[in-house]
Structure formats: C-alpha cells, structure tokens
C-alpha cells in the first residue's frame, strides 16, 4: 500500500506530455500535406532528430523553475519515453510544480474531474507553451482508470495528462527510477 501511495504521489506532480510529431514533411506530390504539429515544431526551431531516440532529453517549451521569476521562465526538460508513428510521449524530467489532485470531495477524484486535469489543460499548458508549440501538441485520449465504485472511468482527451500507473510501471521499472527531482519553483 505504501508502494501505490509513493508512487501516485509521484505520478501527481509529474507532468506528462503528449504529442510533437517528430516525422519531416511529406514533400511528394501526395494529397496529404505535412500537419500543423510538423510546421509548428520547425517554426520553434527544434533539433527533430532529438525527438526521434527514447531516453533523449529535449527542450519544448518554458516554465519558471529556478523561483527567480526576475529572469523569466526557463527552458522545460524532457525524457522521450516512447515513439510510435511518428508521436512522442514526453515526461517532464523535473517536477515543475506542486498542485493537489482534487480541490473537490473525494466522491469526484475521477481523472476527468480532477482540478489538477483541469490545471494542467488550461492555465499549464498556455503558461508553458506559447502558439506555435501548443499547436504541435497532440491531444489524447486519456484513460480515467476505474473509480472507486468499480466502474469503469471516461475517457478524457487531454493534451497534458500524468502517467497512468500501469504506464509508469512499463516505462519504469522500479521506485527508484520513477523518483524525480523537484526545480527550485516546485520546492517553494
């Protein structure tokens, strides 16, 4: 039990990203045009080979982390945890803020009504991501788990989501490699 409890814990405070086609345009005569995730991480200036190799640390987006708000936001690190088709599942490489799971009762601590789900999608996302980068964030579809009465949860589609604890335990394969460092902003 005291497993399941450290590791949500550390699950809540770690941000998970989704998204950043890493493929090049398609420069055939092809109907298909190249997306807006593409041309949105080229018009942010990424190294897009970075993207392509698990276990590579990229840079996509700021967030104040040194709690010195004088010197602006600074650049949020991430792990590349997967590639598949072209997208990129991201993990932030520090946990970059501390918010609670619910502000509500504890009879709406689905995923999908969660305030930090709701954080995370709105004042996280455009705190973090200016246009161009928001747009080369894919949405979702998020798996709410099983509440607490047994029921299967809904499905969310979410561009910022955390780790499902069945997700953590594939891309992790102990406690101690699922422990993260906190920035100087998340401390405070």
């Not at 949500?8 to 990203?17: A, E, H, R, V």
């Not at 990229?58 to 949020?76: A, L, M, W």
């Not at 619910?102 to 709105?122: F, P």
Request: net charge negative; with cysteine.
């Amino acid at each position: 039990m005291k497993r399941i409890a450290l590791l949500i814990l550390l699950l809540l405070l770690l941000f998970c990203l989704t998204g950043c086609k890493n493929e090049e345009p398609n420069n055939s005569n092809s109907p298909e045009k190249a997306s807006d995730s593409v041309s949105a991480i080229k018009e942010t200036k990424l190294d897009l080979t970075l993207f392509k190799t698990v276990g590579n640390i990229v840079t996509f987006g700021s967030y104040e982390q040194d709690n010195n708000p004088d010197n602006g936001s600074e650049p949020i690190e991430w792990i590349v945890l997967d590639v598949q088709d072209g997208k990129v599942l991201l993990l932030s490489r520090y946990i970059l803020d501390q918010k609670p799971y619910n502000n509500k009762s504890a009879q709406q601590n689905s995923w999908k009504n969660s305030t930090l789900r709701k954080w995370l999608n709105n004042d996280f996302l455009n705190a973090a991501f200016n246009e161009a980068e928001k747009q080369a964030i894919l949405t979702t579809s998020v798996d709410d788990g099983t509440g607490q009465d047994g029921a299967s949860g809904k499905n969310t589609d979410d561009q910022v989501f955390l780790l499902s604890l069945n997700e953590a335990e594939t891309y992790f394969s102990d406690d101690e490699s699922r422990k993260c460092a906190s920035t100087g902003f998340a401390i405070a």
